[in-house]
Protein backbone atom coordinates (compact mmCIF):
# COMPACT_ATOMS: atom_id res chain seq x y z
CA UNK A 1 0.00 0.00 0.00
CA UNK A 2 0.74 3.51 -0.63
CA UNK A 3 0.44 4.92 3.59
CA UNK A 4 -0.24 8.20 4.41
CA UNK A 5 0.94 9.60 7.81
CA UNK A 6 -0.18 12.90 9.43
CA UNK A 7 2.63 12.90 12.49
CA UNK A 8 2.51 16.23 13.57
CA UNK A 9 4.57 14.90 16.71
CA UNK A 10 7.28 12.22 15.14
CA UNK A 11 10.72 12.01 16.10
CA UNK A 12 12.74 9.06 16.16
CA UNK A 13 14.99 10.34 19.06
CA UNK A 14 12.11 10.80 21.35
CA UNK A 15 9.81 9.10 23.81
CA UNK A 16 6.04 10.12 24.42
CA UNK A 17 4.26 11.05 21.54
CA UNK A 18 7.14 11.80 19.16
CA UNK A 19 8.35 8.51 19.27
CA UNK A 20 4.44 7.49 18.85
CA UNK A 21 4.66 9.27 15.51
CA UNK A 22 7.62 7.75 14.81
CA UNK A 23 6.80 3.73 15.67
CA UNK A 24 3.88 4.47 13.31
CA UNK A 25 5.44 5.02 10.45
CA UNK A 26 8.48 2.74 10.83
CA UNK A 27 6.54 -0.95 11.39
CA UNK A 28 4.03 0.06 8.41
CA UNK A 29 7.59 0.48 6.29
CA UNK A 30 8.88 -2.66 8.23
CA UNK A 31 5.98 -4.23 6.87
CA UNK A 32 6.53 -3.50 3.47
CA UNK A 33 4.59 -1.16 2.46
CA UNK A 34 5.53 2.87 1.11
CA UNK A 35 4.93 5.54 3.80
CA UNK A 36 4.51 9.34 3.28
CA UNK A 37 5.18 10.81 6.51
CA UNK A 38 3.49 14.99 7.06
CA UNK A 39 5.31 16.06 9.95
CA UNK A 40 6.84 19.40 11.29
CA UNK A 41 10.41 21.04 10.51
CA UNK A 42 11.53 20.84 14.27
CA UNK A 43 11.81 16.89 13.77
CA UNK A 44 14.01 17.63 10.47
CA UNK A 45 17.36 17.11 12.39
CA UNK A 46 16.79 13.89 14.03
CA UNK A 47 14.65 12.25 11.12
CA UNK A 48 17.98 12.75 8.66
CA UNK A 49 19.78 11.03 11.12
CA UNK A 50 17.89 8.30 11.61
CA UNK A 51 18.10 7.85 7.62
CA UNK A 52 21.71 8.71 7.54
CA UNK A 53 22.25 5.62 10.23
CA UNK A 54 19.97 3.37 8.43
CA UNK A 55 20.95 4.48 4.48
CA UNK A 56 21.81 0.73 3.49
CA UNK A 57 17.62 -0.25 4.67
CA UNK A 58 15.57 -1.21 2.44
CA UNK A 59 12.67 -0.74 5.32
CA UNK A 60 13.93 3.00 6.10
CA UNK A 61 14.35 3.58 2.03
CA UNK A 62 10.24 3.48 2.14
CA UNK A 63 9.98 5.99 4.77
CA UNK A 64 9.61 9.61 3.21
CA UNK A 65 8.95 12.95 4.93
CA UNK A 66 7.78 16.08 4.46
CA UNK A 67 7.94 19.16 6.61
CA UNK A 68 4.88 20.97 6.56
CA UNK A 69 5.47 24.82 7.62
CA UNK A 70 3.20 27.28 8.81
CA UNK A 71 3.09 31.07 8.57
CA UNK A 72 5.03 33.14 10.89
CA UNK A 73 2.62 34.56 12.53
CA UNK A 74 1.51 31.27 14.10
CA UNK A 75 5.02 30.30 15.15
CA UNK A 76 5.20 32.69 17.29
CA UNK A 77 2.10 32.29 19.16
CA UNK A 78 3.08 28.60 19.82
CA UNK A 79 4.92 29.77 22.40
CA UNK A 80 1.67 30.37 24.65
CA UNK A 81 -0.80 27.78 25.33
CA UNK A 82 -3.79 28.37 22.85
CA UNK A 83 -1.42 29.54 20.72
CA UNK A 84 -0.18 25.49 20.25
CA UNK A 85 -4.18 24.53 19.63
CA UNK A 86 -4.09 27.73 16.87
CA UNK A 87 -0.65 26.32 15.41
CA UNK A 88 -2.14 22.94 15.12
CA UNK A 89 -5.11 23.49 13.28
CA UNK A 90 -3.27 25.82 10.53
CA UNK A 91 -0.78 23.28 10.22
CA UNK A 92 -3.79 20.57 9.70
CA UNK A 93 -5.02 22.76 7.02
CA UNK A 94 -1.88 23.47 5.13
CA UNK A 95 -0.73 19.43 5.64
CA UNK A 96 -4.20 18.90 3.59
CA UNK A 97 -3.11 20.65 0.62
CA UNK A 98 0.04 19.50 0.29
CA UNK A 99 -1.41 16.06 0.45
CA UNK A 100 -4.07 16.49 -1.98
CA UNK A 101 -0.99 17.83 -4.49
CA UNK A 102 0.55 14.49 -3.45
CA UNK A 103 -2.14 12.12 -3.82
CA UNK A 104 -2.08 13.39 -7.64
CA UNK A 105 0.71 11.36 -8.19
CA UNK A 106 1.06 9.03 -5.33
CA UNK A 107 -2.49 7.84 -5.09
CA UNK A 108 -2.45 6.87 -1.17
CA UNK A 109 -4.37 3.77 -0.52
CA UNK A 110 -4.73 4.39 3.34
CA UNK A 111 -4.38 7.77 5.46
CA UNK A 112 -3.55 7.25 9.42
CA UNK A 113 -4.32 10.05 11.04
CA UNK A 114 -1.72 9.25 14.68
CA UNK A 115 -1.21 12.32 16.25
CA UNK A 116 -1.70 15.04 18.05
CA UNK A 117 -3.40 12.11 19.43
CA UNK A 118 -6.38 14.59 20.04
CA UNK A 119 -9.92 13.30 19.67
CA UNK A 120 -11.43 17.29 19.23
CA UNK A 121 -8.97 18.89 17.04
CA UNK A 122 -9.76 16.55 14.09
CA UNK A 123 -7.91 16.26 10.84
CA UNK A 124 -8.71 17.54 7.26
CA UNK A 125 -7.38 14.29 5.39
CA UNK A 126 -10.60 12.61 5.19
CA UNK A 127 -11.21 15.38 2.29
CA UNK A 128 -8.83 13.13 0.18
CA UNK A 129 -11.87 10.42 0.27
CA UNK A 130 -9.43 7.31 1.26
CA UNK A 131 -9.72 4.60 4.00
CA UNK A 132 -9.11 6.41 6.87
CA UNK A 133 -7.82 5.38 10.58
CA UNK A 134 -8.16 7.99 13.00
CA UNK A 135 -6.42 7.51 16.59
CA UNK A 136 -5.03 6.28 18.61
CA UNK A 137 -6.99 9.57 19.84
CA UNK A 138 -7.97 10.54 23.21
CA UNK A 139 -8.94 14.30 25.37
CA UNK A 140 -12.63 13.92 26.86
CA UNK A 141 -11.50 13.17 30.01
CA UNK A 142 -11.60 15.70 32.61
CA UNK A 143 -9.92 15.63 36.21
CA UNK A 144 -12.65 15.34 38.52
CA UNK A 145 -13.51 18.39 40.31
CA UNK A 146 -13.47 17.51 43.61
CA UNK A 147 -9.50 16.92 43.38
CA UNK A 148 -8.99 20.62 41.73
CA UNK A 149 -6.83 21.17 45.02
CA UNK A 150 -3.74 19.11 43.96
CA UNK A 151 -3.81 21.11 40.75
CA UNK A 152 -2.49 24.83 40.66
CA UNK A 153 -3.81 27.01 38.31
CA UNK A 154 -6.97 24.79 37.86
CA UNK A 155 -8.59 27.89 35.90
CA UNK A 156 -6.33 27.87 33.24
CA UNK A 157 -5.73 24.58 32.72
CA UNK A 158 -8.94 22.96 33.27
CA UNK A 159 -11.81 24.97 33.11
CA UNK A 160 -10.88 26.61 30.06
CA UNK A 161 -9.59 23.28 28.50
CA UNK A 162 -12.61 21.76 28.95
CA UNK A 163 -14.85 25.04 28.11
CA UNK A 164 -12.45 24.37 24.72
CA UNK A 165 -13.18 21.15 24.28
CA UNK A 166 -16.84 21.75 24.61
CA UNK A 167 -16.67 24.43 21.83
CA UNK A 168 -14.65 22.68 19.48
CA UNK A 169 -16.65 18.99 19.93
CA UNK A 170 -19.66 21.14 19.33
CA UNK A 171 -19.04 23.74 16.59
CA UNK A 172 -16.63 21.64 14.68
CA UNK A 173 -17.87 20.31 11.43
CA UNK A 174 -14.76 19.17 9.95
CA UNK A 175 -14.47 17.43 13.12
CA UNK A 176 -18.04 15.59 13.13
CA UNK A 177 -16.73 14.87 9.24
CA UNK A 178 -13.95 14.00 10.20
CA UNK A 179 -15.43 11.14 12.62
CA UNK A 180 -17.64 10.12 9.99
CA UNK A 181 -16.00 9.38 7.17
CA UNK A 182 -12.99 7.02 9.32
CA UNK A 183 -12.98 3.80 8.29
CA UNK A 184 -11.80 3.12 11.99
CA UNK A 185 -11.48 5.38 15.06
CA UNK A 186 -8.80 4.15 17.72
CA UNK A 187 -10.16 5.74 21.07
CA UNK A 188 -7.32 5.75 23.84
CA UNK A 189 -9.98 5.67 26.53
CA UNK A 190 -13.88 4.91 27.44
CA UNK A 191 -14.69 8.64 27.65
CA UNK A 192 -12.93 9.10 24.25
CA UNK A 193 -14.62 6.07 22.46
CA UNK A 194 -18.07 7.36 23.77
CA UNK A 195 -17.57 10.87 22.86
CA UNK A 196 -16.80 9.82 19.00
CA UNK A 197 -19.86 7.55 19.03
CA UNK A 198 -22.06 10.32 19.91
CA UNK A 199 -20.46 12.67 17.13
CA UNK A 200 -20.50 9.85 14.47
CA UNK A 201 -17.97 7.75 14.26
CA UNK A 202 -19.04 4.34 12.68
CA UNK A 203 -16.56 2.06 13.94
CA UNK A 204 -14.45 2.94 17.28
CA UNK A 205 -11.90 0.74 18.88
CA UNK A 206 -10.59 1.12 22.48
CA UNK A 207 -7.11 0.90 21.57
CA UNK A 208 -4.02 2.06 23.65
CA UNK A 209 -2.17 5.25 22.40
CA UNK A 210 1.21 4.11 23.42
CA UNK A 211 3.72 1.01 23.16
CA UNK A 212 6.55 -0.76 24.67
CA UNK A 213 9.84 1.03 23.34
CA UNK A 214 12.29 -1.43 22.53
CA UNK A 215 14.88 0.36 25.58
CA UNK A 216 12.50 -1.35 27.74
CA UNK A 217 12.30 -4.89 26.58
CA UNK A 218 13.86 -7.51 28.43
CA UNK A 219 14.13 -11.17 28.25
CA UNK A 220 12.86 -12.24 31.35
CA UNK A 221 10.68 -10.66 34.07
CA UNK A 222 13.21 -8.88 36.59
CA UNK A 223 13.62 -10.73 39.87
CA UNK A 224 13.30 -8.62 43.07
CA UNK A 225 15.02 -9.12 46.31
CA UNK A 226 12.96 -7.46 49.45
CA UNK A 227 14.63 -4.69 51.16
CA UNK A 228 13.83 -2.94 54.16
CA UNK A 229 12.90 0.23 52.76
CA UNK A 230 10.35 0.27 50.32
CA UNK A 231 11.46 1.62 47.61
CA UNK A 232 8.53 3.77 45.24
CA UNK A 233 9.11 5.61 41.57
CA UNK A 234 7.28 8.69 40.82
CA UNK A 235 8.25 9.27 36.70
CA UNK A 236 6.18 12.34 34.56
CA UNK A 237 6.37 15.66 33.66
CA UNK A 238 5.49 18.03 36.57
CA UNK A 239 2.40 19.40 34.72
CA UNK A 240 -0.36 20.37 36.96
CA UNK A 241 -2.73 17.32 35.53
CA UNK A 242 -0.04 14.54 36.26
CA UNK A 243 -0.85 15.88 40.42
CA UNK A 244 1.99 14.73 42.02
CA UNK A 245 0.82 16.70 45.26
CA UNK A 246 -2.15 13.94 45.67
CA UNK A 247 0.50 11.13 45.91
CA UNK A 248 2.46 13.12 48.53
CA UNK A 249 -0.65 13.55 50.30
CA UNK A 250 -1.46 10.11 50.45
CA UNK A 251 2.30 8.88 51.26
CA UNK A 252 1.76 10.97 54.28
CA UNK A 253 -1.07 8.95 55.63
CA UNK A 254 1.47 6.14 55.71
CA UNK A 255 1.53 4.38 58.92
CA UNK A 256 4.59 6.21 60.23
CA UNK A 257 5.84 2.41 61.21
CA UNK A 258 6.07 1.28 57.74
CA UNK A 259 9.50 2.42 55.89
CA UNK A 260 9.31 3.61 51.98
CA UNK A 261 11.28 6.23 50.22
CA UNK A 262 10.24 8.01 47.29
CA UNK A 263 11.98 8.94 44.19
CA UNK A 264 10.69 11.08 41.82
CA UNK A 265 12.23 12.14 38.15
CA UNK A 266 10.99 14.68 36.24
CA UNK A 267 11.36 18.52 35.33
CA UNK A 268 8.41 20.55 34.17
CA UNK A 269 6.88 23.87 34.78
CA UNK A 270 5.65 22.91 38.42
CA UNK A 271 9.44 21.49 39.11
CA UNK A 272 10.00 25.04 41.61
CA UNK A 273 7.02 23.74 43.88
CA UNK A 274 8.25 20.23 44.18
CA UNK A 275 10.78 21.24 47.51
CA UNK A 276 7.54 23.52 49.16
CA UNK A 277 5.43 20.06 48.94
CA UNK A 278 7.55 18.06 49.94
CA UNK A 279 7.65 20.11 53.35
CA UNK A 280 4.15 20.45 53.19
CA UNK A 281 3.67 17.36 53.61
CA UNK A 282 6.52 16.26 56.06
CA UNK A 283 8.31 14.12 53.91
CA UNK A 284 11.62 15.33 54.49
CA UNK A 285 14.27 12.47 54.17
CA UNK A 286 11.48 10.01 52.18
CA UNK A 287 11.38 11.66 49.13
CA UNK A 288 14.43 12.45 46.24
CA UNK A 289 13.40 14.66 43.26
CA UNK A 290 16.12 14.10 40.90
CA UNK A 291 14.67 16.32 38.48
CA UNK A 292 15.37 15.24 34.36
CA UNK A 293 17.17 12.06 33.71
CA UNK A 294 18.39 10.36 30.77
CA UNK A 295 16.24 7.87 29.39
CA UNK A 296 18.66 4.78 30.91
CA UNK A 297 18.61 6.06 33.95
CA UNK A 298 14.83 5.81 34.06
CA UNK A 299 14.86 2.36 33.13
CA UNK A 300 17.70 1.33 36.13
CA UNK A 301 15.56 2.75 38.42
CA UNK A 302 12.58 0.94 37.89
CA UNK A 303 14.73 -2.19 37.66
CA UNK A 304 16.02 -1.18 41.24
CA UNK A 305 12.55 -0.24 43.02
CA UNK A 306 9.83 -1.83 44.03
CA UNK A 307 6.31 -0.58 43.44
CA UNK A 308 5.24 2.58 40.60
CA UNK A 309 3.14 4.78 42.20
CA UNK A 310 1.35 7.42 40.03
CA UNK A 311 -2.02 9.38 40.45
CA UNK A 312 -2.34 11.72 36.94
CA UNK A 313 -5.97 13.22 37.32
CA UNK A 314 -6.46 13.44 33.34
CA UNK A 315 -4.67 11.22 31.25
CA UNK A 316 -5.35 8.94 28.07
CA UNK A 317 -3.06 6.41 29.36
CA UNK A 318 0.79 7.30 30.80
CA UNK A 319 3.38 6.11 28.99
CA UNK A 320 5.10 5.53 32.25
CA UNK A 321 2.98 2.70 32.88
CA UNK A 322 3.82 0.64 29.68
CA UNK A 323 7.32 1.16 30.72
CA UNK A 324 7.17 -0.02 34.46
CA UNK A 325 5.08 -2.76 33.86
CA UNK A 326 7.54 -3.97 31.21
CA UNK A 327 10.34 -3.69 34.12
CA UNK A 328 8.05 -5.91 35.68
CA UNK A 329 7.07 -2.78 38.20
CA UNK A 330 3.70 -3.50 40.19
CA UNK A 331 1.70 -0.27 40.33
CA UNK A 332 -0.65 1.58 42.59
CA UNK A 333 -2.54 4.92 40.60
CA UNK A 334 -6.50 5.45 40.40
CA UNK A 335 -8.77 3.45 39.01
CA UNK A 336 -10.24 5.99 36.33
CA UNK A 337 -9.78 6.97 32.32
CA UNK A 338 -7.29 5.21 30.42
CA UNK A 339 -5.41 3.06 33.85
CA UNK A 340 -9.26 1.76 34.14
CA UNK A 341 -9.34 0.85 30.64
CA UNK A 342 -6.48 -0.63 30.20
CA UNK A 343 -4.26 -1.88 33.33
CA UNK A 344 -4.43 -5.40 34.17
CA UNK A 345 -6.31 -6.22 37.50
CA UNK A 346 -3.60 -8.30 38.56
CA UNK A 347 -0.88 -6.15 38.11
CA UNK A 348 -2.01 -2.77 39.60
CA UNK A 349 -3.63 -1.82 42.65
CA UNK A 350 -6.65 1.03 41.21
CA UNK A 351 -7.94 3.07 43.81
CA UNK A 352 -11.14 4.48 43.40
CA UNK A 353 -12.08 7.80 42.47
CA UNK A 354 -14.22 9.13 45.07
CA UNK A 355 -13.40 12.41 47.26
CA UNK A 356 -10.00 13.42 47.83
CA UNK A 357 -9.52 11.97 52.14
CA UNK A 358 -11.20 8.52 50.52
CA UNK A 359 -8.90 8.44 47.70
CA UNK A 360 -5.70 9.52 49.27
CA UNK A 361 -6.56 6.85 52.29
CA UNK A 362 -7.12 4.35 49.94
CA UNK A 363 -3.60 4.68 48.59
CA UNK A 364 -2.06 4.78 51.60
CA UNK A 365 -3.29 1.30 51.80
CA UNK A 366 -2.10 -0.02 48.82
CA UNK A 367 1.03 1.02 49.90
CA UNK A 368 1.24 -0.58 53.86
CA UNK A 369 -0.44 -3.65 51.94
CA UNK A 370 2.43 -3.85 49.14
CA UNK A 371 4.97 -3.33 52.09
CA UNK A 372 3.63 -6.23 54.00
CA UNK A 373 3.17 -8.52 50.90
CA UNK A 374 6.69 -8.97 49.08
CA UNK A 375 4.77 -12.48 47.24
CA UNK A 376 2.02 -10.30 46.09
CA UNK A 377 4.45 -7.73 44.36
CA UNK A 378 6.47 -9.76 43.11
CA UNK A 379 3.13 -11.81 41.05
CA UNK A 380 1.41 -8.54 40.38
CA UNK A 381 5.02 -7.39 38.87
CA UNK A 382 4.97 -10.94 36.62
CA UNK A 383 1.11 -10.20 35.37
CA UNK A 384 2.19 -6.61 33.80
CA UNK A 385 5.36 -7.94 32.75
CA UNK A 386 3.43 -10.63 30.66
CA UNK A 387 0.60 -7.81 29.63
CA UNK A 388 3.16 -4.76 28.49
CA UNK A 389 5.49 -7.74 25.93
CA UNK A 390 1.97 -8.16 24.12
CA UNK A 391 2.13 -4.12 23.47
CA UNK A 392 5.43 -4.07 21.00
CA UNK A 393 4.81 -2.16 18.18
CA UNK A 394 5.05 -4.50 15.64
CA UNK A 395 1.83 -7.09 17.73
CA UNK A 396 0.09 -3.28 17.79
CA UNK A 397 0.61 -2.38 13.85
CA UNK A 398 -0.90 -6.68 13.36
CA UNK A 399 -3.97 -5.64 15.02
CA UNK A 400 -4.57 -2.34 13.03
CA UNK A 401 -4.32 -4.45 9.73
CA UNK A 402 -6.36 -6.99 11.10
CA UNK A 403 -9.05 -4.50 11.62
CA UNK A 404 -8.81 -2.95 8.22
CA UNK A 405 -8.95 -6.60 7.11
CA UNK A 406 -11.93 -7.26 8.41
CA UNK A 407 -13.50 -3.77 7.13
CA UNK A 408 -13.06 -5.10 3.75
CA UNK A 409 -9.57 -3.68 2.55
CA UNK A 410 -6.62 -5.43 1.36
CA UNK A 411 -3.85 -4.27 3.62
CA UNK A 412 -0.84 -7.26 2.30
CA UNK A 413 1.90 -5.67 0.48
CA UNK A 414 3.23 -5.93 -2.65
CA UNK A 415 6.00 -6.22 -4.68
CA UNK A 416 7.59 -4.07 -7.96
CA UNK A 417 5.93 -6.33 -10.19
CA UNK A 418 2.60 -5.97 -8.23
CA UNK A 419 2.79 -9.40 -6.64
CA UNK A 420 1.71 -10.43 -2.70
CA UNK A 421 4.30 -10.20 -0.05
CA UNK A 422 3.72 -12.88 2.73
CA UNK A 423 2.99 -11.47 5.82
CA UNK A 424 5.48 -12.66 8.68
CA UNK A 425 4.36 -15.57 10.52
CA UNK A 426 2.23 -14.42 13.60
CA UNK A 427 3.31 -15.93 17.01
CA UNK A 428 0.93 -17.08 19.72
CA UNK A 429 1.93 -14.19 21.21
CA UNK A 430 0.83 -12.27 18.51
CA UNK A 431 -2.69 -14.12 18.40
CA UNK A 432 -3.30 -13.44 21.76
CA UNK A 433 -2.93 -9.63 21.34
CA UNK A 434 -5.18 -9.97 18.22
CA UNK A 435 -8.07 -10.78 20.46
CA UNK A 436 -7.09 -7.62 22.85
CA UNK A 437 -8.62 -5.67 24.82
CA UNK A 438 -11.78 -7.99 25.22
CA UNK A 439 -9.33 -10.35 27.51
CA UNK A 440 -10.92 -11.06 30.77
CA UNK A 441 -7.27 -10.33 32.39
CA UNK A 442 -8.39 -6.71 31.70
CA UNK A 443 -10.34 -4.92 34.30
CA UNK A 444 -12.55 -2.42 32.61
Sequence with gaps: MNVLLSVYA?????????????????????????????????????????????????????????????APLFQFLYRWQFGVYLHYMVWQFVAWRRARKMDRTIHFDLVHHATYSSLKMGSWLWRLGKPMIYGPVGGAQKAPVAFRRY????????????????????????????????????????????????????????????????AFHAVSCPVRLSQPVLQLLWVGRLYPNKALPLVLDALAQVDPWIPFHLTVLGDGPMEHLVPGWIEEYGLQGRVTWRGRVPWTEVHDCMVSHDVFIFGSLRDSFASQFMEAMATGLPIITLNHQGARTFLPAAAAIKVPVTQPEETTAAMARAVEYLYNHPTERLAMGRAGYEFAHLQTWPNRLERVLTMLAEAGLETTPRTADGRLTPPPPVSSRRRAELSWPKSPTLAH
Excluded: Y
Design 10 to 70: CNPAHGGEDGNGFHWAWEMARRGHSVWCLTTPPNRADIAEFQARHADDPDARRLHFTFIQV
Design 151 to 214: LPGWFRTETLRTAFTWVLTTFDLNLHQNLRHATLVLASNDESAALARRLGAKRVELFLDTGLPE
